[in-house]
T-cell receptor
Framework: KAGVTQTPRYLIKTRGQQVTLSCSPI?????VSWYQQTPGQGLQFLFE???????NKGNFPGRFSGRQFSNSRSEMNVSTLELGDSALYLC?????????????FGPGTRLTVT | AQTVTQSQPEMSVQEAETVTLSCTYD???????LFWYKQPPSRQMILVIR??????QNATENRFSVNFQKAAKSFSLKISDSQLGDAAMYFC?????????????FGQGTRLTINP
């Protein structure tokens, strides 16, 4: 099976703009989670989607949002970008069937806000 | 809230030797999963090993094994016969479930250097 893919891999935006990142999970995986990784805060959970529904959200402002499509692909959107939003954004998918709870990560999208 | 602590920001080991990375966690749950992930310079997070809390037997995957001490809330990773390709950031992670929704809580990571 193909792994988790994320597009784009690199992105440069300016403050105040908005950005949309995309994630395609492993075929058959219905759960998609997003994480933000920064040198200062480490890896922080953003949100999880399952069957097009957001089931859980981390402690991030409302500027961070996401959605999941019927084919399990997911997008996350950040509006009104701030310098502090510069980070590596990681997407992970998991099967969620009994005994299959591992999360498999994509290569990430490196977002730089100038 | 669950927390994960990795007390060793950096570790180094000679090639072919054994190294142990430490991880402790705090939780009030009785059933949970623990993971070790590896993040090489390419930044791709790679699952190394997992441990179910209800299993007393320590998980093993080839050269990687864990020492899971549930009462002490400790979950260390042992890498045997270290290889240059093992050099990476290693993250310990706790999987929590809230009303059916899951998330991983990560430690701050340990940077492992392999000396040839």
């Amino acid at each position: 099976k193909a792994g988790v893919t994320q597009t784009p891999r690199y992105l440069i935006k300016t403050r105040g703009q908005q950005v949309t990142l995309s994630c395609s999970p492993i075929s058959g995986h219905r759960s998609v989670s997003w994480y933000q990784q920064t040198p200062g805060q480490g890896l922080q959970f953003l949100f999880e989607y399952f069957s097009e529904t957001q089931r859980n959200k981390g402690n991030f402002p409302g500027r961070f949002s996401g959605r999941q499509f019927s084919n399990s692909r997911s997008e996350m959107n950040v509006s009104t970008l701030e310098l502090g939003d510069s980070a590596l954004y990681l997407c992970a998918s998991s099967d969620m069937r009994q005994g299959s709870y591992e999360q498999y990560f994509g290569p990430g999208t490196r977002l730089t806000v100038t | 809230a669950q927390t994960v602590t990795q007390s060793q920001p950096e570790m180094s080991v000679q090639e072919a030797e054994t190294v142990t990375l430490s991880c402790t966690y705090d939780t009030s749950e009785s059933d949970y999963y623990l993971f070790w992930y590896k993040q090489p310079p390419s930044r791709q997070m790679i699952l190394v090993i997992r441990q179910e809390a209800y299993k007393q037997q320590n998980a093993t995957e080839n050269r990687f094994s864990v020492n899971f001490q549930k009462a002490a809330k400790s979950f260390s990773l042992k890498i045997s016969d270290s290889q240059l390709g093992d050099a990476a950031m290693y993250f310990c992670a706790y999987r929590t479930i809230i009303q059916g929704a899951q998330k991983l809580v990560f430690g701050q990571g340990t940077r492992l250097t392999i000396n040839p």
